[in-house]
């Protein structure tokens, strides 16, 4: 193996092992170094009860979300092999619906499978959680923002829609209290987007790929695992890796980054300097900042955005309770839930888990919840959830979860026990998030790195690095991965094949629409769906 050929990867999260994996596969020299015990970073799953291991009930972040759009991250995954000759792709299993729940007791459930009939494919066409309380005028008026969007140019897009919030975007505020709850704030539950602050450029692109996700016929609209995100994915990815060659060191944090000014010279990890020919720094966004002194800050300028890119709480709890509450068989969204909380029921889906055995026969089933906002204060404690305690936390999730679906459906005699994230961190102030997730706002795209930095050996992945997918998910990580994997390949001059990168697809019949647009923005022109909105924005001004 050619020295040139010695890649150090830092940080072993999907980000991370994308880049080792695509590396390996291509001949590379790769060790990979992982601050936790385990690979994964924020989907790894980890044992409830210390003792018992990975034997006993396991506990994650938060649930794993595959909607019909990841295709960089579902492709590695069927790459994987699980041991059984099948790959860790095939423990991927499609929801069928989506329970949009009111703490007033009225909910709606949205299916998530193909539409088969006429109707099926009209009400498809409009946004699955409008819940029936939206006016029509509303709905009409939001549909028209989203045909402004999708016919936008790329230019119009990244230099016009990148400055403006989605909320400005929809006219959120101009709108009656049920388009806000429903279209305005509807992606947060399931994304870490916040529609207040999100540039209406990610947000609405989106919000576009979870909707033509529903209608397209080649591909489930959401999967969600079979089983823990470790058992079935993560701890067969580490295998693989270990099968092609990767040195896969655990707990041996970066602590520093060298470089003299042009290029990385090394790095220090569980207190040791170790060098490679090249680098990719897989680093949390929290972590990263910490780590550019002046010499890489002067061989890779553009790191320097990193220290300006926002984070938001995005943070889970499992309840195990005495039995199987299968409430929907998906995804259950909370619309009025203050701390904007998502669940699902694992047990329905987790076919080879067997929750019971590993607690005893204590445990029936396994209800998954997130909370994506901890700013509001809550039902219980009249607080956020930055200022609870870990147990104020949890009694506080439970409360609004069971205001929405009542305590006869979640009865409290039916909590056994729960798991809540534990990089929520008590403190005498409140919590510390010790895990924060990169958030979209507006006029962030500018502070996101490319992947291929100006330093000629080092190359970032991470859901901070500028990418289509660009906010905080697996989907964006991986394709993070796969561009500096490809930096990498560029940099040694190898000649094997480049990584396919797959971007944000749109239908095909918009693009003589978009070049229209295209012609529009070069001339100085507004998109014509900006014209009628702007005298429709004066005359809403003009009423008394």
Same mark, same amino acid.
């Given at each position: 193996?050619?020295?040139?050929?010695?890649?150090?990867?830092?940080?072993?999260?999907?980000?991370?092992?994308?880049?080792? *994996?695509?590396?390996?596969?291509?001949?590379?020299?790769?060790?990979?170094?992982?601050?936790?015990?385990? @690979?994964?970073?924020?989907?790894?799953?980890? /044992?409830?009860?210390?003792?018992?291991?990975?034997?006993?009930?396991?506990?994650?972040?938060?649930?794993?979300?595959?909607?019909?759009?990841?295709?960089?991250?579902?492709?590695?995954?069927?790459?994987?092999?699980?041991?059984?000759?099948?790959?860790?792709?095939?423990?991927?299993?499609?929801?069928?619906?989506?329970?949009?729940?009111?703490?007033?007791?009225?909910?709606?459930?949205?299916?998530?499978?193909?539409?088969?009939?006429?109707?099926?494919?009209?009400?498809?066409? *409009?946004?699955?959680?409008? $819940?029936?309380?939206? +006016?029509?005028?509303?709905?009409?008026?939001?549909?028209?923002?989203?045909?402004?969007?999708?016919?936008?140019?790329?230019?119009?897009?990244?230099?016009?829609?990148?400055?403006?919030?989605?909320?400005?975007?929809?006219?959120?505020?101009?709108?009656?209290?049920?388009?806000?709850?429903?279209?305005? *704030?509807?992606? !947060?539950?399931?994304?870490?987007?916040?529609?207040? @602050?999100?540039?209406?450029?990610?947000?609405?692109?989106?919000?576009?790929?979870?909707?033509?996700?529903?209608?397209?016929?080649?591909?489930?609209?959401?999967?969600?695992?079979?089983? +823990?995100?470790?058992?079935?994915?993560?701890?067969?990815?580490?295998?693989?890796?270990?099968?092609?060659?990767?040195?896969?060191?655990?707990?041996?944090?970066?602590?520093?980054?060298?470089?003299?000014?042009?290029? =990385?010279?090394?790095?220090?990890?569980?207190?040791?300097?170790?060098?490679? %020919?090249?680098? =990719?720094?897989?680093? /949390?966004?929290?972590?990263?900042?910490?780590?550019?002194?002046?010499?890489?800050?002067?061989?890779?300028?553009?790191?320097?955005?990193?220290?300006?890119?926002?984070?938001?709480?995005?943070?889970?709890? !499992?309840? &195990?309770?005495?039995?199987?509450?299968?409430?929907?068989?998906?995804?259950? @969204?909370? =619309?009025?839930?203050?701390?904007?909380?998502?669940?699902?029921?694992?047990? !329905?889906?987790?076919?080879?888990?067997?929750?019971?055995?590993?607690?005893?026969?204590? =445990?029936? $089933?396994?209800?998954?919840?997130?909370?994506? %906002?901890?700013?509001? /204060?809550?039902?219980? &404690?009249?607080?956020?959830?930055?200022?609870?305690?870990?147990?104020?936390?949890?009694?506080?999730?439970?409360?609004?979860?069971?205001? #929405?679906?009542?305590?006869?459906?979640?009865?409290?005699?039916?909590?056994?026990?729960?798991?809540?994230?534990?990089?929520?961190?008590?403190?005498?102030?409140?919590?510390?998030?010790?895990?924060?997730?990169?958030?979209?706002?507006?006029?962030?795209?500018?502070?996101?790195?490319?992947?291929?930095?100006?330093?000629?050996?080092?190359?970032?992945?991470?859901? &901070?690095?500028?990418?289509?997918?660009?906010?905080?998910?697996?989907?964006?990580?991986?394709?993070?991965?796969?561009?500096?994997?490809?930096?990498?390949?560029?940099?040694?001059? #190898?000649?094997?094949?480049?990584?396919?990168?797959?971007?944000? %697809?749109?239908?095909?019949?918009?693009?003589?629409?978009?070049?229209?647009?295209?012609?529009?923005?070069?001339?100085?022109?507004?998109?014509?769906?900006?014209?009628?909105?702007?005298?429709?924005?004066?005359?809403?001004?003009?009423?008394?």
């Amino acid at each position: 193996m050619p020295d040139s050929r010695r890649v150090a990867v830092l940080g072993g999260g999907i980000a991370g092992l994308t880049a080792a *994996q695509e590396l390996a596969e291509r001949g590379f020299d790769v060790t990979v170094y992982e601050a936790n015990d385990r @690979v994964g970073g924020k989907a790894r799953s980890m /044992p409830v009860d210390e003792t018992a291991g990975d034997d006993g009930l396991l506990g994650e972040h938060g649930f794993r979300f595959f909607p019909a759009y990841y295709r960089n991250v579902v492709e590695t995954m069927e790459r994987i092999p699980d041991g059984t000759g099948r790959s860790v792709a095939d423990h991927l299993v499609p929801t069928t619906e989506t329970l949009v729940a009111s703490a007033d007791g009225e909910g709606a459930v949205a299916s998530t499978e193909k539409p088969s009939t006429p109707r099926e494919w009209l009400d498809a066409l *409009q946004p699955q959680i409008a $819940g029936g309380e939206v +006016p029509r005028r509303e709905l009409a008026h939001f549909v028209s923002r989203l045909a402004v969007l999708l016919t936008s140019c790329d230019e119009r897009r990244e230099q016009e829609f990148e400055q403006q919030s989605w909320w400005e975007f929809i006219d959120a505020d101009e709108m009656s209290p049920a388009y806000r709850k429903h279209l305005a *704030q509807s992606t !947060q539950a399931l994304v870490a987007l916040r529609p207040e @602050v999100g540039s209406a450029r990610t947000v609405g692109a989106i919000y576009l790929q979870l909707l033509f996700g529903q209608l397209d016929p080649n591909a489930p609209a959401e999967r969600v695992l079979d089983g +823990p995100t470790s058992e079935v994915w993560l701890d067969h990815w580490h295998a693989y890796l270990e099968s092609q060659g990767v040195d896969v060191r655990l707990e041996t944090p970066v602590s520093g980054i060298h470089s003299d000014g042009r290029r =990385v010279t090394g790095v220090e990890v569980g207190g040791e300097t170790v060098t490679a %020919d090249h680098y =990719v720094a897989a680093l /949390p966004v929290d972590v990263l900042p910490g780590l550019l002194s002046t010499d890489l800050r002067r061989a890779a300028p553009s790191l320097a955005g990193v220290e300006r890119i926002q984070t938001a709480w995005m943070n889970g709890v !499992q309840f &195990y309770l005495d039995r199987d509450v299968e409430v929907v068989g998906g995804h259950a @969204v909370y =619309v009025d839930s203050p701390w904007a909380i998502t669940s699902i029921s694992q047990r !329905q889906f987790w076919a080879d888990h067997d929750v019971e055995a590993r607690s005893g026969g204590e =445990v029936e $089933g396994v209800l998954s919840v997130i909370a994506s %906002d901890w700013d509001t /204060p809550g039902i219980l &404690y009249d607080k956020p959830g930055r200022e609870c305690t870990r147990e104020e936390a949890v009694e506080e999730m439970w409360a609004q979860v069971q205001a #929405h679906l009542g305590e006869d459906v979640l009865p409290d005699d039916a909590r056994v026990a729960h798991f809540l994230d534990p990089e929520l961190v008590e403190t005498d102030e409140g919590l510390r998030n010790d895990s924060p997730l990169v958030i979209n706002t507006v006029d962030s795209l500018r502070n996101r790195p490319d992947p291929d930095t100006e330093a000629p050996n080092l190359a970032v992945a991470g859901d &901070y690095a500028r990418v289509d997918t660009d906010l905080a998910t697996m989907e964006a990580a991986n394709e993070a991965g796969r561009r500096a994997a490809n930096a990498v390949l560029d940099a040694a001059g #190898h000649h094997a094949p480049r990584v396919e990168v797959w971007g944000l %697809d749109e239908p095909r019949a918009f693009e003589p629409l978009k070049r229209q647009d295209r012609v529009r923005y070069r001339l100085g022109l507004p998109h014509p769906g900006e014209v009628g909105h702007d005298a429709w924005r004066f005359a809403r001004e003009l009423r008394p």
